[in-house]
């Protein structure tokens, strides 16, 4: 399977966004990809670095421009394509969604981020309900995607849910980047920690990740932080961990990435990992803390 990440930096202007997107989308069909992955909440700036209700304005419904759009992408380009969106849901009522679409235009799912952060520059919770979806894959004409979203990716469970439902490759739009004061160590183990997570997601489920991350610098509105600059860094590993692709963290990118789509089955015959777990040994994994 070829796939195609579009790691780009936002404006405030939707239709550029888009309209940039789009352009995206079309080279990388034309060159060949059959499943294309944006970043999370790529229709704007990242709104959540301050609390402001103005900001909700920001959100539609499930139908929209929003999903009219990218309908209408992937079917006139005939590609799987993996959106980020702030979802309305009803009055009062709003969710970090992801929405794939098939190669036909039709909706072949969404995915309600399930793990809401709540940090500074990262004011998530202000905006966001926690998904009430579960961990399911999406089945599409390529297969089914284990699709989460940014904040998910630490979560060792959320991976592990997916594949035990059948997901065949893991997908996470990401919205990710390092407060401009931290020093040079400390924006390295950040983002070594943040790759470093997900591949062994890959290897402990024996499938392919594909991370796509924004990039570029957006100022925090209310001037209490420095910003966030986002760290691009979007990768593709293997269901060894193996990097496929890994692309640059401080400038766009759009690259077509082939995975081999019958190499999981065989990782997983020789390292069987769902066959040797003790399922009859974690129930304590249900509670908060073990005292």
Request: aromatic share 12%; with cysteine; glycine share 6%.
């Amino acid at each position: 399977m070829k796939i195609g990440i579009v790691q780009h930096s936002f404006s405030d202007d939707v239709d550029s966004n888009r309209a940039r997107n789009l352009t995206a989308i079309e080279s990388l069909a034309a060159d060949g990809a059959e499943l294309i992955v944006l970043s999370e909440l790529h229709d704007s700036l990242y709104f959540c670095q301050v609390e402001d209700v103005d900001n909700f304005r920001l959100a539609e419904e499930i139908p929209s421009d929003f999903t009219e759009f990218y309908s209408e992408a992937a079917k006139g380009n005939n590609v799987v394509i993996v959106t980020s969106m702030f979802e309305r849901r009803a009055p009062g009522l709003y969710h970090n969604t992801a929405v794939v679409f098939d190669s036909d235009g039709s909706m072949a799912g969404k995915y309600r981020k399930m793990h809401i952060p709540d940090d500074p520059g990262f004011y998530e919770k202000f905006y966001f309900t926690p998904g009430d979806l579960g961990f399911e894959p999406i089945e599409t004409s390529l297969g089914r995607l284990g699709v989460l979203v940014c904040w998910d990716q630490w979560y060792p469970e959320a991976a592990r849910l997916m594949a035990m439902r059948g997901a065949e490759m893991l997908i996470y739009p990401t919205a990710i980047g390092w407060n401009p004061d931290d020093t040079d160590d400390e924006k390295k183990r950040q983002r070594e920690a943040w790759i470093t997570i997900q591949r062994s997601h890959a290897v402990a489920n024996g499938i392919p990740v594909v991370s796509v991350n924004r990039c570029g610098f957006e100022e925090d509105p209310s001037g209490v932080t420095s910003g966030i600059d986002f760290w691009g860094s979007s990768f593709v590993a293997g269901p060894q961990g193996e990097y496929l692709f890994l692309a640059p963290d401080n400038a766009p990118c759009e690259q077509v990435v082939e995975i081999d789509t019958l190499r999981s089955e065989n990782v997983r015959q020789w390292w069987p990992f769902l066959r040797d777990r003790r399922i009859d040994a974690y129930d304590p994994i249900l509670k908060r803390f073990l005292d």
